[in-house]
């Protein structure tokens, strides 16, 4: 059963300071996903990773896949408070299941 | 234009009760799943069809029964419900053709069973 590790689960920092999320596996996936779900809402994707080493930037936000597409990352630079939510990484294998992690809820104080 | 739409929002009724849950989607894609979301905000599949054929049915409960008449809908019924079954469930779908994984997910069923 593949699993993926999502840590820290829970994590409240003051508005301006940087954190990074983490999510581990030993599987290797053809794509990494992050979504970010508000409260009452669905999940919304907020990017693809798909090559091992892969960095890609959303504003403050920067997503790294991994070197063997086993792990990634989402580091937030000066956090705010419209930051706040639940973030979740789903690894994706070709022609099977998508694998949520169990997700990181982020708040942030102002 | 609502991509994935559910239907109802929210759902209350009593434990052995019967229920549905519906899907549309309107995003032409040719996958659609199941989800559970439990209080800890753990999103685990449990159904998934791709052209109306069932390719992924996880460990789930022989009370919970996908259809899916169309590509564009996928309903879920739900029998002789349980306490345990309280929950949010969303739909999703993607385009497995396009060979874009990303899901897009409908706003959920709050279903409550007491």
């Known amino acids: 059963t593949q699993l993926l590790e999502q840590s820290p689960q829970f994590l409240s920092i003051q508005e301006g300071e940087n954190l990074t999320v983490y999510c581990n596996s030993s599987s290797v996936f053809s794509s990494l996903q992050w979504y970010r779900q508000e409260p009452g809402e669905g999940p919304v994707l907020l990017v693809t990773v798909v090559t091992g080493g892969e960095v890609k930037k959303l504003k403050r936000l920067t997503f790294q896949f991994g070197d063997a597409r086993k792990d990634s990352s989402l580091h937030i630079t000066a956090a705010q408070p419209g930051d706040t939510g639940l973030y979740l990484c789903?690894?994706?294998?070709?022609?099977?299941?998508?694998?949520f992690g169990k997700g990181t809820r982020l708040h942030i104080l102002p | 234009d609502t991509a994935v739409s559910q239907t109802p929002k929210y759902l209350v009724t009593q434990m052995g009760n019967d229920k549905s849950i519906k899907c549309e989607q309107n995003?032409?894609?040719?996958?659609m799943y199941w989800y559970k979301q439990d209080s800890k905000k753990f999103l685990k599949i449990m159904f998934s069809?791709?052209?109306?054929?069932?390719?992924i049915n996880e460990t789930v409960p022989n009370r919970f029964s996908p259809k899916s008449p169309d590509k564009a809908h996928l309903n879920l019924h739900i029998n002789s419900l349980e306490l345990g079954d309280s929950a949010v469930y969303f739909c999703?779908?993607?385009?497995?053709?396009?060979?874009?994984?990303?899901?897009?997910f409908g706003p959920g069923t709050r279903l409550l069973v007491l």
């Open positions: 995003l032409g894609h040719d996958t």
């Open positions: 999703a779908s993607s385009s497995w053709t396009s060979g874009d994984e990303t899901q897009y």
């Open positions: 789903a690894g994706a294998r070709r022609d099977d299941k998508i694998i």
């Open positions: 069809y791709n052209n109306k054929e069932l390719i």
